[in-house]
């Protein structure tokens, strides 16, 4: 029997130990993501085999992410969760499969499983130094929206975030909320208590973010944490729609001030938002990371 446990704050450590070190650039993978979300998906975390495992609630029903680590032989490894999930009366099933691990799971259990893919789902990975420099005709516009912001507002200043900005950065997703509706849609909800959970313990999980100003009002801010050693997760961007390209410039200062071994950034899914997917889509993504539920044939 899997020894299973709630994650906690205190696992940050122990996760980290696999994932930083870990090729996988899913934002499923930043610690942050999986502290600050386990109040809806329940997360818990073991260790096994040289590996580490996910088991989690996802619409309600008992889900897996596939083992991160460097053990030999994961078939074993899969084979326990499969046992686990039968104890549990449950369908055995794992989310947020991307290719390559598709590639393994089938080497290890040729033609066992189903693969669904659900594009609203898939991450969005942006190289850091298309978003830092916006170089080249494919970003003429964004330069467009920076040049004009600059115009607006020469007088902007960018801040990293630190703890006594968040009643502001709070204030401002207040207001973010009412223009948006939140109250009437839950993912929004969701999205909410989230971030809040992130800022709560900003240095404890080491969450980097920045916030813009004009003039002395916060109009965005933003925050993320690692996924690896070379991938950056943006999990949070908000701005004062009513402040013309802040949206913009909040996305490309952040990108000019996170740690500069961070080679790409992932920006997370669109969840099949029309506006969203044109927004993310417009900054030229390197790869549509897409991922994949596996369910035994």
């Known amino acids: ?38 109040f809806l998906y329940q997360t818990e975390i073991a260790e096994m085999d040289g590996f580490l495992l996910f ?31 039968k104890s549990q009366g449950a369908l055995f099933r794992l989310l947020g499969v991307c290719a390559n691990m598709r590639a393994e799971l089938e080497n290890a259990f040729p033609d066992r499983f189903n693969f669904v893919s659900d594009r609203d789902y898939a991450d969005y990975i942006y190289l850091r130094s298309d978003l830092s420099t916006l170089k080249g005709k494919k970003f003429q516009p964004k330069r467009n929206h920076l040049n004009k912001f600059r115009s607006n507002y020469p007088n902007y200043t960018y801040k990293p975030l630190t703890s006594d900005l968040i009643p502001a950065c709070l204030e401002l997703e207040t207001q973010w909320c009412r223009a948006n509706n939140c109250a009437e849609n839950q993912a929004l909800e969701n999205e909410r208590c989230s ?103």
């Open 55 to 85: 088991r989690f609630y996802a619409d309600g029903q008992l889900a897996y992410m596939m083992p991160v680590g460097e053990g030999s032989d994961i078939r074993p490894v899969i084979e326990a969760l499969m046992e686990d999930a």
């Open 195 to 297: 971030m809040t959970a992130a800022l709560q313990h900003l240095e404890q999980l080491d969450v980097i973010g920045g916030v813009l100003y004009v003039e002395d009002e916060i109009v965005a801010f933003t925050f993320g944490a690692p996924i690896n050693q070379t991938t950056f997760d943006t999990c949070v961007e908000k701005a004062n729609t009513a402040v013309e390209g802040a949206y913009a410039m909040i996305n490309y200062e952040f990108a000019n001030h996170i740690p500069s071994q961070y080679i790409y950034i992932n920006r997370e899914e669109d969840l099949g938002l029309e506006g969203l997917r044109k927004a993310k889509l417009s900054y030229q993504p390197e790869v549509i990371l897409e991922k994949y539920m596996a369910e035994l044939k």
């Open 1 to 38: 029997m899997i020894a299973f446990k709630p994650i906690d704050l205190s696992d940050k450590e122990t996760v980290q130990k696999y994932t930083l070190c870990s090729p996988r650039r899913n934002c499923d993978l930043s610690f942050v993501n999986l502290y600050s979300w386990r």
